[in-house]
């Protein structure tokens, strides 16, 4: 892990990784540990997937129910992935402004563009070595063991130019991990 500078006080902290490093289960420790703490709030993302489909809590729309929004503009950010559209509701900007730190899973393909919206950007990048990254997805039972090594293969480069960029490695325990992920969020909004 590592970090030049705190954060300003109001921010998008955008965390990033590969399918199947982790990042929804440290974001749900996070949110449940900084629960009674205001400066935070998490970011529930918008995506084109029914809420019984499972995976991290979102607000659900329909394709057609997606482009109207987007046309009305409701996202500051939206991207196309794994055959879904996801978008950062418009309000993440007025949270900010307000001085809150806002929490997002983001996909690292998007942090250029992100960059460009959000004046304070920070990015945590999740880590972990393939071979836990492949457990992980096959844990899940969504995808053939072809399916996830295609995934693995095709997981895009980071390129962060303007946001602060901080590592953090999900290679033990998950209470370790929880940690230290909660600490690093701590310091940077200070």
């Known amino acids: 892990m590592s970090a030049s500078s705190s954060l300003p006080s109001g921010c998008v902290v955008a965390v990033v990784g590969p399918s199947g490093v982790g990042k929804d289960t440290l974001m749900d420790a996070a949110r449940l540990a900084l629960?009674?703490?205001?400066?935070?709030?998490?970011v529930t993302r918008v995506i084109t997937r029914p809420r019984e489909a499972g995976g991290e809590a979102h607000v659900p729309m329909t394709e057609a129910e997606f482009a109207e929004a987007r046309a009305n503009g409701a996202f500051a950010l939206h991207w196309h992935a794994?055959?879904?559209?996801?978008?950062?509701?418009?309000?993440?900007?007025?949270?900010?402004?307000?001085?809150?730190?806002?929490?997002?899973?983001?996909?690292?393909?998007?942090?250029?563009?992100?960059?460009?919206?959000?004046?304070?950007?920070?990015?945590?990048?999740?880590?972990?070595?393939?071979?836990?990254?492949?457990?992980?997805?096959?844990?899940?039972?969504?995808?053939?063991?072809?399916?996830?090594?295609a995934r693995l293969a095709r997981e895009a480069p980071l390129v962060v130019t303007r946001a602060r960029h901080l590592r953090l490695a999900n290679d033990?325990?998950?209470?370790?991990?929880?940690?230290a992920f909660i600490a690093l969020i701590r310091a940077e909004a200070d």
Do not use: W
């Not at 942090?111 to 070595?129: C, M, N, Q, S, Y």
């Not at 033990?172 to 940690?179: C, G, I, K, N, S």
């Open 82 to 149: 794994h055959g879904l559209d996801y978008g950062i509701p418009a309000d993440v900007l007025d949270e900010v402004a307000a001085g809150r730190v806002m929490l997002v899973n983001l996909s690292r393909r998007e942090i250029p563009v992100a960059e460009g919206v959000f004046e304070r950007l920070a990015v945590i990048e999740i880590t972990a070595p393939p071979a836990i990254l492949a457990q992980r997805l096959a844990t899940r039972g969504r995808e053939s063991a072809a399916a996830i090594e």
């Open 172 to 179: 033990r325990p998950l209470a370790e991990v929880a940690e």
């Open 35 to 42: 629960q009674n703490e205001p400066r935070f709030g998490f």
